[in-house]
T-cell receptor, first 112, second 115 residues
Framework: SQQGEEDPQALSIQEGENATMNCSYK?????LQWYRQNSGRGLVHLIL?????REKHSGRLRVTLDTSKKSSSLLITASRAADTASYFC????????????FGGGTRVLVKP | EPEVTQTPSHQVTQMGQEVILRCVPI?????FYWYRQILGQKVEFLVS????????KSEIFDDQFSVERPDGSNFTLKIRSTKLEDSAMYFC?????????????FGPGTRLTVL
């Protein structure tokens, strides 16, 4: 898979359920960031986790990072219809400059 | 809260025409980026800019593309002669510093449609 690949590609859940999505990457990173995108709109920064961190929380979001497996997960707890969006992970590989490399995203549909 | 702004939100142009996409990064940020997202595809890096020069560019960023910071606030992406395949959402991003805690903040994007 390519740098920053998410799975699943799509996820459909009921309001109140948790949504979990995963991201895998290939290179060494300084940090990994998760972004949200509503259909056809801009990218909203959700959370950044540094390479020396294993877990981070922000509100209903929980992110884990396993650098030995080169993978990260994003958990959204108690989902709401407003969480319906695409979620992307992006890795910041300093060896390749400051650019972010994005995955293909997970489309999350939260049904009311 | 400071944010990155982009204009226009939507640009329609004829193939072969020049377009300029404009961005106003967050005021105390030093690093600037352009990315694009073709409909249904990944967000792709185009170019990064620091200290008034390009620091890195991707294979996509060929001679048809250029960037400029003409004054203290604007950051522009010019496509000299647009092609159909340039149709995409173009995102500007800015970053205050670089480091393990540094976040890139994205603008709302400009949707470019080339006819």
């Amino acid at each position: 898979s390519q740098q920053g690949e998410e799975d699943p590609q799509a996820l459909s859940i009921q309001e109140g359920e948790n949504a979990t999505m995963n991201c895998s990457y290939k290179t060494s990173i300084n940090n990994l960031q998760w972004y949200r995108q509503n259909s056809g709109r801009g990218l909203v920064h959700l959370i950044l986790i540094r390479s020396n961190e294993r877990e981070k929380h922000s509100g209903r979001l929980r992110v884990t990072l396993d650098t030995s497996k080169k993978s990260s997960s994003l958990l959204i707890t108690a989902s709401r219809a407003a969480d319906t969006a695409s979620y992307f992970c992006a890795t910041d590989d300093r060896a390749a400059g400051n650019k972010l490399t994005f995955g293909g995203g997970t489309r999350v549909l939260v049904k009311p | 809260e400071p944010e990155v702004t982009q204009t226009p939100s939507h640009q329609v142009t004829q193939m072969g025409q020049e377009v300029i996409l404009r961005c106003v990064p967050i005021s105390n940020h030093l690093y600037f980026y352009w990315y694009r997202q073709i409909l249904g595809q990944k967000v792709e890096f185009l170019v990064s800019f620091y200290n008034n020069e390009i620091s890195e560019k991707s294979e996509i960023f060929d001679d048809q593309f250029s960037v400029e910071r003409p004054d203290g606030s604007n950051f522009t992406l010019k496509i000299r002669s647009t092609k159909l395949e340039d149709s995409a959402m173009y995102f500007c991003a800015s970053e205050r510093l670089v480091g393990a805690e540094s976040e890139q903040f994205f603008g709302p994007g400009t949707r470019l449609t080339v006819l």
